[in-house]
């Protein structure tokens, strides 16, 4: 790792993350992915209105931690690019990479209210599975959608 930075520099970044409403146990799994990896560093770190940035040090490595974070962790994901700069020798375009993600104020298991009604959360996958409590009948809600009537 040390090699890699006197090469970079420690203040070289590809892309940021962006940890909305983290819970303590999202911040310790992302930091110990980092530290895992002798090729990734966080050149900064900042903390945010309602979570914590963190600038990284690989696009691929930051895309990659995105998707293991939507696969362990009930949240939103959100991924764009921007473009940097164009490689001086090759030509290639170069962006910098930013990963939100967002963690749900609810889990498996609770019970939420949307329009007056009582719903229990059921699955969180790519769609909330939530089951009315007074009818008992199952829904399939966007975790974007059901995220505004819980807050």
Known sequence: MVARIEEKGPKYFEGKLQLRNPTPEVVNYVRKKIAQDKHVWIAKEEKAKNGIDLW??????????????????????????????????????????????????FRKGDI????????KVMDISKQVMVKNL????????????????VR
């Open 112 to 119: 939420i209210e949307v329009n007056g009604e009582k719903l």
């Open 134 to 149: 007074s009818t008992g009948k199952k829904e399939r809600w966007k975790p974007e959608v059901l995220e505004r009537y």
């Open 56 to 105: 990284l040090s690989s696009n691929k490595f930051l895309l990659d931690l995105g998707k293991k974070l939507k696969k362990r962790f009930a949240g939103i994901l959100k991924t764009s690019k921007k473009l940097h700069t164009q490689h001086k020798i090759t030509s290639k375009l170069l962006y910098r990479v930013t990963v939100l993600f967002r963690c749900l104020d």
